[in-house]
């Protein structure tokens, strides 16, 4: 379950490789016991968060590996709901199936969210609540099995473009889920174009992420789940993408939802830190003024 800078992250370790998926696939994070049980005691502190809160959805992302050389913390992103069909907050995403050879929407338990992740020594989750109204209208749009389904592109691409169809990445998933909620749109035609003609109306901007390694530029031709027909020429040659991350998906919330509100969470080795706030708690995971604190037991 890996998004788009984890494979530029790898794209840029590599010299030569075959075109075959077994690099994508192979790779699985590798987390010691201990790792696994402080995840798990995180992972106990957020869904206190999450039942304290008396809301029944957030749109939920979590850190990935190698996000500092571009200058991003959070690489995934799912939506969470309180009452779901698999375990109370689980985490409804998108994420390529090496098994089917195919995008699927998969809802794991918020523990297995988090473990299911690069090593990492502090990990970091954000939460976006929405008002009441925008609320509702993202849980029936998420329970509406047919139209999740229909939102769901038929094949993968780590960068895609926000504005194309031709491929989709998990992120892009869940700002048209949003774009349904937010537009209530109908459910007819092609509900993925329907959605991001809607968000391009309401001015929605991608991450755009600038590329300019050239192990990067081929990565293309060494990893099949990166792509670069489906973005427009001119950023193309420039080495531009424009993707849809968790920061643009907070980003269009942040802008057009009033009254939506973040909640950040990090783990250092001697506490858990809880920031309200549209900013990042700092990289070490210290508190700032304002935030509040969990001491480790």
């Known amino acids: 379950m890996k998004c788009f800078l984890w494979l530029l992250g790898l794209a840029l370790s590599m010299s030569a490789h075959a075109n ?3 690099i994508f696939c192979n790779q699985q994070p590798q987390l010691t016991a201990e790792q696994k049980n402080r995840l798990l005691l995180f992972s106990g502190a ?3 968060i999450l039942e304290s809160s008396g809301h029944e959805a957030v749109i939920i992302s979590r850190a990935g590996l190698d996000l500092d050389r571009f200058h991003l913390r959070y690489s995934h992103a799912g ?10 907050w689980s985490v409804r995403q998108l994420y390529y199936s090496c098994e089917a050879d195919k995008p699927q ?21 954000s939460m976006v609540f929405l008002p009441d109204s925008e609320e ?8 509406d099995k047919s139209l999740v389904l229909q939102l769901l592109g038929s094949t993968y691409s780590a960068n895609a473009y926000a504005f194309s169809t031709t491929y989709q990445n998990c992120n892009q998933w869940v700002i048209e889920v949003l774009a349904y909620a937010m537009g209530n749109l109908p459910e007819e035609g092609d509900l993925r174009a329907r959605a991001q003609q809607w968000l391009a109306n309401h001015h929605y901007e991608p991450t755009r992420i600038q590329v300019n390694n050239p192990f990067v530029a081929l990565a293309g031709l ?11 020429p001119e950023n193309r040659s420039q080495g531009l993408y424009q993707v849809s991350m968790p920061g643009s998906v907070e980003s269009f919330v942040h802008d057009h939802v009033p009254g939506a509100v973040r909640i950040e969470m990090c783990m250092n080795a001697n506490q858990i830190v809880v920031h309200r706030g549209w900013d990042l708690v700092a990289d070490d995971c210290s508190p700032a003024p304002g935030d509040t604190t969990q001491p480790l037991l």
Do not use: V
């Not at 929407?105 to 989750?125: A, C, E, K, M, V």
């Not at 509702?136 to 329970?143: S, V």
């Not at 060494?222 to 427009?232: A, C, K, N, Q, Y």
């Open 20 to 22: 075959n998926y077994s």
């Open 105 to 125: 929407l998969y809802d794991q338990g918020l523990s297995g969210f988090l473990i299911d992740q690069d090593n990492r020594q502090i990990p970091f989750i």
């Open 222 to 232: 060494l990893m099949p789940l990166l792509h670069s027909t489906d973005h427009p």
């Open 136 to 143: 509702q209208a993202l849980a029936r749009a998420e329970q």
């Open 79 to 88: 939506i969470s709901l309180k009452e779901s069909g698999n375990t109370p």
């Open 46 to 48: 957020i869904k206190g």
